[in-house]
């Protein structure tokens, strides 16, 4: 893990998608700590973050004296490596003066001012940390990443629209084929590929993407597509 500590009094960026990462004027971790991570994922996105119940989720077997000292150890060690307090409060924990990419994204979707390039399609929050032996933080973590994962497929969503709005095709279709790979399941999204590729005048992606939609459905449930989407692709020319 690649790290500097400093000590300027600026704002600090944490970057929890894909990893833990925290930056600033002076600092750089490339990879933090996992309970630390997970200190300051939580903190950063949720409104009941109290010591105690961040201390219980952290520790859930140690005595509650206990895991109060350990977050205070890593709260510590936070302003250590930062130069500066980064995790405020006496009760209720707040991060100060810390930007984070999470909370950014959900604002700007909110706002339907968003970009979702590739790679943030493909992300996962505190990716790679294992968190199984804090078993409500760990529920925590999937219910997070669930809440996420809506957020980008709402985001690819908006900026689809947006591109085919401007005529812009093939940006669409990539914004839609992200939004497939981060749910393979949605016959909805299929649709919307097969409408895209045959506005674009290519038949042959249009029947792909047909095809393929059949494939998922005999795999995951036996069955046919869905009216709607059969008559999609009558409409089409995709199916007689």
Not at 120 to 137: F, K, N, V
């Amino acid at each position: 893990m690649g790290e500097t500590s400093g000590g300027v009094d600026s704002e600090l960026r944490l970057e929890i998608l894909g990893g833990a990462r925290l930056s600033g004027a002076g600092v750089s971790v490339d990879r933090l700590e996992r309970k630390t991570a997970a200190l300051l994922a939580y903190v950063a996105l949720e409104k009941d973050a109290t010591r105690a119940r961040v201390a219980s989720l952290l520790w859930p077997d140690a005595a509650p004296a206990t895991a109060r000292n350990n977050l205070a150890q890593v709260i510590a060690r936070v302003k250590k490596l930062a130069g500066r307090a980064v995790v405020r409060g006496k009760d209720a924990l707040s991060l100060d003066r810390v930007s984070v990419d999470v909370a950014e994204l959900e604002l700007n979707v909110q706002r339907g001012q968003v970009t979702a390039r590739g790679r943030l399609a493909h992300e996962q929050l505190l990716a790679s940390y294992d968190l199984t032996d804090c078993a409500e933080l760990s529920e925590w973590l999937d219910w997070r990443r669930d809440q996420l994962r809506r957020t980008l497929l709402r985001a690819l969503e908006l900026e689809s629209r947006r591109l085919e709005a401007e005529r812009d095709f093939a940006g669409a279709i990539e914004r839609v084929e992200e939004a497939l790979g981060l749910d393979r399941w949605a016959e909805v999204t299929y649709r919307r590929l097969m409408r895209l590729h045959a506005d674009r005048g290519d038949r042959a992606e249009a029947l792909r993407v047909w095809r393929a939609c059949c494939t998922m459905h005999s795999v995951v449930e036996g069955l046919a597509p869905s009216r709607e989407t059969r008559s999609l692709a009558v409409q089409l020319g995709l199916l007689s």
